[in-house]
């Protein structure tokens, strides 16, 4: 298994969308079932920090995905570095990172308000008026889904 979690993860940076979209999907379902992403946590979080927004969203998408197996608290630590993703440059990696805090939230329930802060106050004006009121949609929504 750790020979193809590598496969994939070097994938996820590849110039070939689908095939790194594929990759992702991949790591996903295995992310359900194992902690094998785990040990990998250092490079998803080095990841949101792409100039790459798709990287940036892969990276995002997967460390939501392994919330559940931080034993060690990296995400608690990078935390800050991944809010900022709820008002990312692009507004389809904002829309990804908001609607994935649920998650993150439940995975880690002492994070979830700081989480909620970071939502409440987010300002969106940045946005073209097409992409700002989904934005603030999947942010009201992502706020319901965590206060629950």
Do not use: F
Not at 31 to 59: F, K
Not at 100 to 113: I, R, V
């Amino acid at each position: 298994m750790s020979d193809r979690v590598k496969e994939l993860l070097g994938l996820l940076t590849s110039q070939d969308n689908s095939q790194a979209y594929r990759a992702l999907k991949a790591l996903e379902g295995i992310s359900a079932e194992s902690n094998c992403l785990y040990p990998h946590m250092d490079e998803l979080i080095a990841m949101t920090g792409s100039s790459n927004s798709y990287v940036r969203t892969r990276g995002l998408v997967l460390i939501a995905h392994n919330a559940k197996w931080d034993a060690d608290d990296k995400i608690d630590s990078a935390i800050d570095e991944y809010l900022e993703h709820v008002t990312d440059e692009k507004p389809i990696c904002a829309r990804q990172c908001i609607k994935l805090l649920p998650l993150l939230a439940e995975a880690k329930p002492a994070l979830a308000p700081k989480i909620v802060s970071v939502l409440r106050d987010a300002n969106v004006a940045r946005y073209p008026d097409s992409m700002r009121s989904l934005v603030q949609k999947d942010i009201r929504d992502s706020l319901l889904a965590i206060e629950r």
